[in-house]
């Protein structure tokens, strides 16, 4: 019978069903210790995204020096982050550690980012959050030192991604101060300046994160630029506006703008589910697994399934 290891390092099976898949695990078997998860191949894809991203943010000079930091979740209470006094751009697998949401050291050999307090607080108030990176892109962090945000409605691609600019506090980096800093505003903002400090992105994958970080530099460099050349700025028309968050919407991406989720009501949708029901709603249904990895995905389960049986007999 497979084990559980052999299981989830099958090729056959993509990143979204090894994620059922660990939670299906935790039901019926106790799970690995984090240390030996801390090494299982979703674990380590985490950690070679973590240290492509930071060398993409070190090339567009989004950090400086050991500036920035970048965490992803492992599992619900389970967190990789980059360590402290180390260039994003030199940044490798070995320099990463495991991190519980009480700050506790799992694992790793480093000294873990002396920012981590920021990452968890907002993991423990955003359950969509997965990924997050901190760093100072020179024209948004610019705004967060003029205490300005940005016009709003003026490219699509912002009012999308980010949306509206909210702007926290100053308070002195890597105290729990400063991580609470963002907590009145992280459920309905993925992007915040912070003030005299940088900027601060979350969202569903490291890649996706760095685009966010992306979007508003460009942003921010944009308005800026554009305000040179013309003092009043025309923007979007709200109709317009109006549907750039109707597609937010269904992308379930936060916003200030949309109305916070009452007691008892639906979750904003992933990306994918909206996919699927977009497909469902032009008559084209497409399953999400391919036939092959259907086939694979029943048997696992099934064998899984009789092992759980006979191990309780």
């Given at each position: 019978?497979p084990?559980?290891?052999d299981?989830l390092d099958n090729?056959?099976?993509s990143?979204a069903?090894r994620?059922a898949?660990e939670k299906?695990?935790?039901a019926?078997e106790?799970v690995d210790?984090?240390r030996e998860?801390?090494h299982?191949p979703?674990a380590?894809?985490?950690?070679k995204e973590?240290v492509?991203?930071?060398?993409?943010?070190?090339?567009?000079e989004?950090v400086?020096?050991?500036?920035?930091?970048?965490s992803a979740?492992?599992s619900?209470?389970?967190v990789i982050?980059t360590?402290?006094?180390v260039?994003?751009g030199?940044?490798?697998i070995e320099?990463?550690s495991?991190v519980?949401l009480?700050?506790?050291?799992i694992?790793?050999n480093?000294?873990?980012?002396?920012?981590?307090?920021l990452h968890l607080?907002?993991y423990?108030?955003?359950a969509?959050?997965?990924?997050?990176?901190h760093c100072?892109p020179?024209?948004a962090?610019?705004?967060a030192?003029?205490?300005?945000?940005p016009?709003?409605n003026?490219?699509?691609?912002q009012?999308?991604?980010?949306g509206p600019?909210?702007?926290a506090?100053?308070?002195?980096?890597?105290?729990p101060?400063?991580?609470?800093?963002?907590?009145?505003?992280?459920?309905?903002?993925?992007?915040?300046?912070?003030?005299?400090?940088?900027?601060v992105?979350?969202?569903?994958?490291v890649s996706?994160?760095e685009?966010?970080?992306?979007v508003?530099e460009?942003y921010?460099k944009?308005v800026?630029?554009?305000?040179h050349l013309r003092l009043?700025?025309?923007?979007?028309?709200?109709?317009?506006?109006d549907?750039?968050?109707?597609?937010k919407?269904?992308l379930?991406l936060?916003?200030?703008?949309?109305?916070?989720l009452?007691s008892g009501?639906q979750k904003?949708?992933t990306?994918?589910?909206a996919?699927?029901?977009s497909?469902k709603?032009?008559g084209d249904?497409?399953?999400?697994?391919?036939?092959?990895?259907m086939?694979v995905?029943?048997?696992?389960?099934?064998?899984?399934?009789?092992r759980a049986?006979?191990?309780?007999r």
């Amino acid at each position: 019978m497979p084990h559980r290891t052999d299981i989830l390092d099958n090729q056959m099976v993509s990143e979204a069903v090894r994620r059922a898949l660990e939670k299906w695990f935790a039901a019926v078997e106790p799970v690995d210790h984090p240390r030996e998860l801390f090494h299982a191949p979703r674990a380590q894809a985490l950690k070679k995204e973590i240290v492509r991203v930071g060398r993409k943010l070190w090339q567009r000079e989004y950090v400086d020096g050991n500036g920035g930091n970048i965490s992803a979740r492992l599992s619900p209470e389970l967190v990789i982050c980059t360590p402290t006094l180390v260039s994003k751009g030199d940044l490798r697998i070995e320099d990463l550690s495991l991190v519980d949401l009480d700050n506790c050291l799992i694992a790793g050999n480093r000294p873990r980012t002396s920012e981590i307090h920021l990452h968890l607080e907002i993991y423990k108030q955003v359950a969509q959050a997965q990924a997050i990176i901190h760093c100072h892109p020179p024209y948004a962090t610019a705004h967060a030192i003029a205490g300005l945000v940005p016009q709003p409605n003026l490219l699509p691609e912002q009012e999308v991604l980010v949306g509206p600019v909210a702007l926290a506090p100053y308070e002195t980096p890597g105290t729990p101060e400063f991580a609470k800093t963002v907590l009145p505003m992280v459920q309905q903002h993925n992007t915040i300046l912070l003030a005299n400090h940088g900027i601060v992105c979350w969202a569903d994958s490291v890649s996706h994160a760095e685009w966010c970080a992306e979007v508003i530099e460009t942003y921010c460099k944009t308005v800026m630029i554009a305000s040179h050349l013309r003092l009043s700025l025309p923007q979007i028309p709200p109709n317009k506006v109006d549907e750039l968050l109707a597609i937010k919407k269904r992308l379930g991406l936060p916003d200030a703008r949309l109305p916070r989720l009452q007691s008892g009501e639906q979750k904003p949708r992933t990306s994918s589910e909206a996919s699927l029901e977009s497909a469902k709603g032009n008559g084209d249904v497409k399953l999400p697994l391919e036939k092959r990895e259907m086939e694979v995905l029943v048997s696992i389960i099934t064998a899984e399934i009789l092992r759980a049986t006979e191990l309780r007999r």
